[in-house]
């Protein structure tokens, strides 16, 4: 595995995207049933299909990359690992909770992922460019949602702004600008920030408010995991986001061991317990 500073930089980074996309997708999947029409399940579904495909694009690129054991970024991990915004770790209390959240991820993911277009590194580049593109059109969902709130769905969400919108802020504390430094990411933090900000206008808008003035995080700071120091997503959320059951342990197994493991696709299986009826071919 590559241990330069850079390169360690380039893999933190790219997991903090990966990881929220990777729970931002399974909000997606359980708030389809609360959806307010046809077109809210459907488009849903197909945002939640784009963040968990994101994702494991991601990842495989990352474990090709830095030289990592397949599937060990998705399977191999603790939750004390997981690069997710703090922003998604508490579930939505009401659809104007939902909204917002949603919003505010989307919007950040978005401008974080237009930093990396144009990145010395064409391969990130490309596929930055692709995620981007497809997070507009997430965006624009969302703002859909957002326009045809009712006023108690607006006043849940405006209750719900403050919170979720200083943990957005936050998210883009990156503890280090190395990749913009050296051309990998063109985009400087800062300028990051500011595209997520200038996104805001659309969000205040809709809800008719001010947007409060962004504080400076008090705590101890993970500039890596761009999280607080020691904390990690609920304990509730990451067993959905992957399940500890035996049957969904056998069904992360990769297919060439899983299938020794229960089949034998040449070789005819022989009875064992002679106790039983047993009926030849």
Not at 13 to 21: A, H, N, Q, T, W
Not at 134 to 162: N, S
Not at 178 to 199: I, M, Q, T, Y
């Amino acid at each position: 595995m590559k241990t330069d500073n850079i390169s360690q930089a380039l893999l933190g980074e790219l997991l903090c995207i990966s990881d929220s996309k990777w729970v931002l997708g399974h909000w997606y999947v359980k708030v389809i049933p609360n959806g307010r029409s046809v077109p809210d399940f459907s488009s849903m579904a197909g945002m939640a299909q784009d963040e968990l495909g994101q994702t494991r694009a991601m990842l495989d690129y990352l474990e090709q990359s830095f030289n990592l054991p397949e599937n060990q970024l998705e399977f191999g991990r603790s939750i004390e690992d997981i690069h997710s915004m703090e922003l998604l770790d508490a579930s939505p209390r009401n659809w104007g909770d939902f909204v917002v959240t949603a919003f505010l991820a989307e919007q950040a993911l978005w401008s974080v992922l237009e930093g990396f277009v144009g990145s010395s590194n064409v391969g990130l580049s490309n596929m930055c460019k692709k995620f981007s593109e497809e997070g507009y059109f997430h965006r624009l969902y969302v703002d859909g949602w957002m326009e045809a709130l009712t006023d108690e769905e607006k006043q849940d969400a405006i209750k719900a702004m403050p919170k979720r919108l200083a943990h957005a802020r936050q998210w883009f504390n990156f503890g280090s600008d190395l990749l913009n430094e050296k051309d990998v990411r063109p985009w400087s933090a800062s300028e990051c920030r500011e595209h997520f900000e200038l996104g805001l206008g659309n969000l205040a808008k809709a809800l008719s408010l001010g947007l409060p003035k962004a504080n400076e995080f008090s705590g101890s700071w993970d500039g890596r995991r761009r999280r607080p120091e020691g904390s990690a997503m609920p304990a509730g959320l990451w067993e959905y986001v992957l399940p500890t059951t035996e049957a969904a342990q056998m069904a992360r197994r990769p297919l060439a061991e899983s299938v020794k493991d229960n089949i034998d696709l040449f070789v005819k299986s022989k009875k064992v317990d002679k106790t039983e009826p047993f009926f030849e071919q």
